[in-house]
């Protein structure tokens, strides 16, 4: 690597002078899992790494009075796949920590890492943005707030400004009997890049109509796109076949993927339209009460109460 | 957590607690975690395969947690605690895991081996029977192109019986 200057602010407006001072040759590092891996390979150099890590407030798993939750920034994922309020009400964000990277990946990356990286294929943003999640975001003006699913611009593109930072993302409190569900496929069990993925959510009404949905895909577009047609197809049905393919197929033709190593234009939006069924059947199922296993948690081990 | 200010020195000196000794060294800020063990400590059981986080040959416990030292800062150790692969062993002896690694014959050039082992430890101290899904899950993020894994298994699975035998 590259020689940078190493600092470790002790509060949001430190780091946001950090940033400012440096435009575009600082960069906010949490985890550092995409970070050093593209210092390392040259793909970015800086003049300066701004390690977020000692800011108490982007540490912080905030349960609201409400239900709703702001997980800090630097929050890795271990203590957001065994943080209790998570588990029970986004148990679709669970199944998106749970498989990013391996074990020790998830020692260090973030939530806050995988989006404002703003890869196509991060596995985090589509359950973060069919809940409705909130970027909070510090700048040199002061606050604001940003949808997390109109965050990524463009491959590692984000509407967040060279001296801004994310600070913690907002899940609103979830209405009654709704829930998300995330489904990538990957060559491998675990430790890949997804070749597609998808991000569903719905609520039902007392009689297991969906009210509510959402449907956002992950590595077939230059951005995770939201794939509105999808959640109209399933609004208003208990999720029966004809709808939950009906939903397939919307998924489908709003698919804009490339062919690249990982796969094909046509796998992908096969892939698209499959991912999507599923992924509503689960997160219907799951907002039925039944439980729906994550895709590693038959697998994945509890930390000790001792971590 | 110490606070490390870079700001006017390129090299920085970090103190940190390394397999329960207190140590101090030199760390420029681009050197990873792994480069400081090896490089600037002589701690050379931690080995490099990849460098970008996806093999695990790289991997220690920082403050409880199992991490790449290859995408760690060595500056980011600064107050940390860390074990590598040469506080496994108690005095004098052998870790279970490294006693079944060598019967079960988990390893042939060796150089995944630490990797396996500091990641293994860390799965028994959490799950001290885990099944066989369990063990390949945990170790998903180290690779080998020697053994086939299947030893590597079968070691974890001896040292589990070992640390805890069935009743
Ligand atoms: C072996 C391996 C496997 C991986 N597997 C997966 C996978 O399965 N799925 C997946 O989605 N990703 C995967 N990744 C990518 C990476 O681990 C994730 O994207 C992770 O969530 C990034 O989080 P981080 O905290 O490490 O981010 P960092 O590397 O610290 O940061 C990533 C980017 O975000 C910026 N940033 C970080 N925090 C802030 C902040 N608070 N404010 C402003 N900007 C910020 C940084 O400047 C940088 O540009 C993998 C990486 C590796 C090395
Ligand atoms: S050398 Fe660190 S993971 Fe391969
Ligand atoms: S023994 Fe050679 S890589 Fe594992």
């Known amino acids: 690597m590259d020689d940078f200057e190493y600092v470790r602010p002790g509060s949001v407006g430190e780091a946001v002078a950090l940033l400012a001072e440096k435009p575009g040759r600082a960069r906010a590092m949490a985890g550092g899992t995409d970070l050093l891996v593209q210092l390392k390979v040259g793909r970015r150099t800086l003049d300066r790494v701004v390690d977020v890590k000692g800011i108490a407030e982007l540490n912080e798993i905030h349960v609201g009075s409400d239900g709703g939750i702001t997980i800090g920034a630097a929050v890795p994922c271990h203590r957001v796949y065994d943080h209790p309020a998570i588990v029970a009400g986004f148990p679709g964000i669970v199944d998106s920590a749970s498989i990013v990277g391996g074990i020790a990946i998830q020692g260090r990356a973030t939530l806050g890492g995988n989006l404002c990286n703003g ?173 729906v296993p994550g895709a590693h948690e038959a697998h994945r081990v509890h930390a000790s109460a001792t971590h | 957590m110490v606070a490390v200010d870079a700001r006017t020195a390129t090299k920085v000196v970090v103190q940190a607690t390394i397999n329960g000794e207190p140590v101090q060294f030199l760390a420029e800020p681009r050197q990873t975690l792994l480069e400081c063990l090896r490089d600037v400590l002589s701690l050379t059981g931690t080995k490099e395969g990849c460098a970008d986080g996806n093999c695990g040959a790289c991997n220690v416990v920082m403050d409880g947690r199992l991490v790449n030292s290859c995408l760690v800062l060595g500056v980011e150790a600064a107050g940390a605690s860390i074990t590598t692969i040469e506080g496994i062993a108690p005095v004098g002896g052998l870790h279970p895991l490294q006693t079944a690694f060598l019967e079960q014959a988990a390893l042939q050039c060796g150089i995944c081996t630490p990797g396996f082992i500091v990641s293994a430890s860390e799965l028994l101290k959490r799950n001290a029977r885990p099944t066989e899904d369990e063990i390949r899950f945990w170790l998903a993020g180290n690779l080998c192109r020697c053994t086939g894994y299947d030893k590597i298994v079968r070691a974890v699975l001896q040292a589990a019986e070992m640390i805890h035998p069935a009743a």
């Open chain 1, 119 to 291: 890869a196509p294929s991060g596995d985090s943003i589509p359950s973060l943005a069919v809940v409705g999640a909130v970027a909070v975001i510090a700048g040199p003006s002061g606050r604001r707030e940003f949808p997390v699913s109109e965050f990524c611009t463009g491959p590692g593109q984000t509407v967040l400004g060279a001296d801004e930072l994310l600070v913690a993302i907002r899940l609103p409190a979830p209405p009654p009997r709704s829930f998300g569900h995330y489904l990538r496929f990957i060559p491998r069990n675990e430790m890949d890049i997804a070749v597609a993925g998808a991000g569903a959510w719905v609520a039902l009404d007392e009689a297991g109509v969906v009210t509510a949905a959402r449907v956002v895909l992950a590595s077939v577009a230059p951005t995770p796109i939201e794939v509105p047609d999808a959640a109209t197809a399933i609004i208003g049905t208990r999720g029966e076949a004809t709808a939950l393919e009906a939903a397939s197929e919307a998924a489908k033709a709003a698919a804009r993927p490339i062919t690249d190593m990982r796969g094909t234009q046509a796998q992908r939006r096969h892939l698209s339209g499959v991912l999507t069924k599923r992924a509503l059947a689960g997160a219907i199922a799951r907002a039925r009460g039944e439980h």
